[in-house]
């Protein structure tokens, strides 16, 4: 599985756009980009998921560029609740669907 | 309401005296994992199952065992946990149909072995 970084943090001001980038600049064509988000030592939370068009869901956007190499997950109005340490996975469909966490971005959403 | 279960949350035991960690989901998926996070290295998998009596070793199996007789049930057993076990463990569960498809994770378990 391709690797990923991330910025370690970024801050956002509670009901503004929040955008998380990520590279991911060896991907290969048959890998997905999956974002996940821990909420403080709680369980991991499945976000979007893309392959290389735009993806929306009732959480957040994924915008994923033409060349794979790069993605940003955009949480269009962010609350206090989204304060969270959010993950960019890349990953294929392997027998063994394991996920291959980094640091991740700690978002931190101010009042 | 679909979730994965994971009992206990908090368990503090001593050195060599064996443990179950229970995980149970109702989702009816075929994969199930556990997962072990430490500070400043992430999550990483111990042990996966594809399906019931379907097993097989992570990242980082040495110390655990796991059985999987029922679909919904996926326990993790130390069978003499050390200190270097204190950890937060995740169980996570997804359809096995599917490639692509969402992983489901439970609450955690804190475990704090003296």
Partial sequence: DAKTTQPPSMDCAEGRAANLPCNHSTISGNEYVYWYRQIHSQGPQYIIHGLKNNETNEMASLIITEDRKSSTLILPHATLRDTAVYYCIVRGAGSNYKLTFGKGTLLTVNP | ?114
């Avoid at chain 2, 995980?23 to 998998?45: A, I, K, V």
């Avoid at chain 2, 463990?89 to 359809?95: E, G, L």
Wanted: proline share 6%; charged share 20%.
């Fill in chain 2, 1 to 114: 309401e679909a979730q994965v279960t994971q009992n206990p949350r908090y368990l503090i035991t001593v050195t060599g005296k064996k443990l179950t960690v229970t995980c149970s989901q109702n989702m009816n998926h075929e994969y199930m994992s556990w997962y072990r996070q430490d500070p400043g290295l992430g999550l990483r998998q111990i042990y996966y199952s594809m399906n019931v009596e379907v097993t097989d070793k992570g990242d980082v199996p040495e110390g655990y065992k796991v059985s999987r007789k029922e679909k919904r049930n996926f326990p993790l057993i130390l069978e003499s946990p050390s200190p270097n076990q204190t950890s937060l463990y995740f169980c996570a569960s997804r359809s096995g149909t599917s490639g692509y498809n969402e992983q489901f994770f439970g609450p955690g378990t804190r475990l704090t072995v003296l």
